[in-house]
């Protein structure tokens, strides 16, 4: 069936680093990708977002390219800040059926020293 | 625009004891969802509605009732607790199943 799989955390940087959290995904159809940020005590809120195959999502400084060929949706920024602390969590919608429900993968927990 | 509400924020339960969680949406959305989440662990899908009137199960049903009272409220009960529920409850809508979900703040509930 159709999953997402994402590295392992925690992924701790220092601040101003250059950050790549790997996603990658299996699909029958044609999925619409997304992540999401979870910030402590708070639920998760959508970070970005691609629906076809080399959309690039943004927001906030974090990018991710919708890659068919590789089925890989990698989060990346640039500069990471303190702020930025958070679990990210990568998911899919699998695109076949509009019954189908949005699938997560396991998140990954960030941490940006000072 | 509150989005996703949820009841209570924080909750405390002997064993055995039942509560009912509540949500509400006011976006008009037609398809809603209760998640756990457990230190250090990923999302798991208790419940969902995918449209008023229907319900189905998730990952992780066992324990849990769900009720969509109508198209903006969706609960979640516990009939007797157990520790092994101690854990975060997430509520989530959509506008469709396959759409992006907006997501309450969650309830804290701890089982003695």
């Known amino acids: 069936g159709d999953s997402v799989t994402q590295m392992e955390g925690p992924v701790t940087l220092s601040e101003e680093a250059f950050l790549t959290i790997n996603c990658t995904y299996t699909?029958?159809?044609?999925?619409?990708l997304f992540w999401y940020v979870q910030y402590p005590g708070e639920g998760l809120q959508l970070l970005l977002k691609?629906?076809?195959?080399?959309d690039k999502g943004s927001n906030k400084g974090f990018e991710a390219t919708y890659r068919k060929e590789t089925t890989s949706f990698h989060l990346e920024k640039g500069s990471v800040q303190v702020s930025d602390s958070a679990v990210y969590f990568c998911?899919?919608?699998?695109?076949?059926?509009?019954?189908?429900?949005?699938?997560f993968g396991s998140g990954t927990r960030l941490s940006i020293r000072p | 625009n509150a989005g996703v509400t949820q009841t209570p924020k924080f909750q405390v339960l002997k064993t055995g004891q039942s509560m009912t969680l509540q949500c509400a949406q006011d976006?008009?959305?037609?398809?809603m969802y209760w998640y756990r989440q457990d230190p250090g662990m990923g999302l798991r899908l208790i419940y969902y509605?995918?449209?008023?009137?229907?319900?189905d199960k998730g990952e992780v049903p066992n324990g849990y009732n769900v009720s969509r009272l109508n198209k903006r409220e969706f609960s979640l009960r516990l009939e007797s607790a157990a520790p092994s529920q101690t854990s975060v409850y997430f509520c989530?809508?959509?506008?469709?199943?396959?759409?992006?979900?907006?997501f309450g703040p969650g309830t804290r509930l701890t089982v003695l």
């Open positions: 976006m008009n959305h037609n398809s």
């Open positions: 699909a029958t159809g044609y999925p619409s």
């Open positions: 509605s995918a449209s008023e009137g229907t319900t």
């Open positions: 989530a809508s959509s506008e469709f199943p396959d759409g992006e979900q907006f």
């Open positions: 691609a629906t076809k195959a080399d």
């Open positions: 998911a899919l919608s699998p695109g076949y059926s509009s019954a189908s429900k949005i699938i």
